[in-house]
């Protein structure tokens, strides 16, 4: 049956990262610095022998993935279940002001996420069920092959918190996960093997930089 290998990386650095806003479901385009870590990681990984690609279909994480891509001819599948957690009234705000005036749900976000809840929003375990589902069913279709997926900050944390194991309420520890920063997962007879969690050793500069 062979072993299936999961590469899962975040989108590049967008405006909206700079600016402190959250993006959610909606979106914003890829800074030059953010064009460049895709790079980067794409440099990184062109020895790689990639038989899929999907992406979020949010374009942030679809310029992404293209870049990653590379030369090779696979297409880039955007899949709505890899977007980020829906934000609801939070999208496009500015987290210092989201802060201010709602101290309670910004300390649920960060602290307790299973309680976060604002008008509009996804639930933290509803956007693991659509992200894990789809990654299943993924990982059926390719077995015995690789696969790249780029998303998001949330999805990333949400899907390595069920490979880990890892309890809702210690989502945020670290690793942090940085602009395309990569997760490696191998799966073997069902049984999964973390290789890598948030790496950045393929950043050509500092990763100070970057750190929005």
């Not at 989108?11 to 895709?38: C, F, I, K, Y």
């Not at 809840?117 to 659509?130: D, I, L, W, Y």
């Amino acid at each position: 049956m062979g072993t299936t290998t999961l590469y899962i990386t975040r989108h590049g650095q967008t405006e909206w990262n700079v600016q402190q806003r959250m993006q959610g479901h909606m979106d914003s385009p890829l800074t030059e610095l953010g064009v460049r870590q895709a790079e980067w990681l794409g440099r990184a990984m062109r020895d790689k022998s990639i038989d899929a690609v999907y992406s979020s279909s949010s374009l942030r994480a679809v310029r992404t993935a293209e870049i990653i891509r590379g030369e090779r001819a696979v297409p880039v599948v955007p899949c709505d279940e890899f977007k980020e957690l829906g934000l609801g009234t939070w999208e496009g705000g500015v987290t210092a002001e989201l802060e201010a005036g709602s101290p309670e749900q910004y300390q649920y976000f960060w602290k307790d996420p299973a309680l976060f809840a604002v008008e509009g929003s996804e639930t933290f375990a509803g956007a693991q069920q659509r992200a894990l589902a789809k990654l299943m069913d993924i990982v059926r279709r390719h077995e015995g092959q690789t696969v790249l997926i780029v998303t998001h900050t949330v999805i990333i944390k949400v899907l390595m918190a069920y490979f880990e194991g890892r309890a809702m309420e210690k989502l945020w520890d670290l690793p942090y996960i940085h602009p395309t920063c990569l997760c490696r997962v191998d799966i073997t007879d069902g049984v999964p093997e973390i290789v890598l969690h948030g790496d950045i050793s393929h950043y050509e500069t500092d990763a100070g930089e970057t750190k929005s």
